[in-house]
């Protein structure tokens, strides 16, 4: 069965960090550029970082930059968001996504990932 896992949210304090996992089942990711989204209450879903299958390209959110950090070890089939710094705003349940894809992984749309994860709450407060 193929499947994405996220796990690592948490309550954490402002200032505080987290790193979240995605692991992979099912299927190797090592053909698949990976993304992580978040969506807060009330809000939409927004792309928060991604990285491609060769790990050369990233991309982060303006609103992450210098804070998040993602990385890939596909020997252990999984990609991980290091989250440093947090603050209330990155309260927000976080998915991670995957798509069949070997160019930059910035140009991808929400919707051509193909596979999602069932997500991991954040909660960042004092």
């Known amino acids: 069965q193929v499947q994405l896992v996220e796990s690592g949210g948490g309550l954490v304090h402002p200032g505080g960090s987290l790193r979240l996992s995605c692991a992979a089942s099912?299927?190797?990711?090592?053909?698949?550029?990976i993304a992580w989204f978040r969506q807060a209450p009330g809000k939409e879903r927004k792309g928060v970082s991604c990285?491609?299958?060769?790990?050369?390209?990233?991309y982060y959110a303006d609103s992450v930059k210098g804070r998040f950090t993602i990385s890939r070890d596909n020997a252990k089939n999984t990609v991980y968001l290091q989250m440093n710094s947090l603050k209330p705003e990155d309260t927000a349940v976080y998915y991670c996504?995957?798509?069949?894809?070997?160019?930059?992984?910035?140009?991808?749309?929400?919707?051509?990932?193909?596979?999602w994860g069932q997500g991991t709450q954040v909660t960042v407060s004092s």
């Open positions: 996504a995957a798509h069949s894809w070997s160019g930059p992984c910035g140009t991808i749309s929400d919707y051509e990932y193909d596979y």
């Open positions: 099912g299927f190797t990711l090592d053909y698949y550029a």
């Open positions: 990285i491609s299958v060769n790990e050369i390209n990233t």
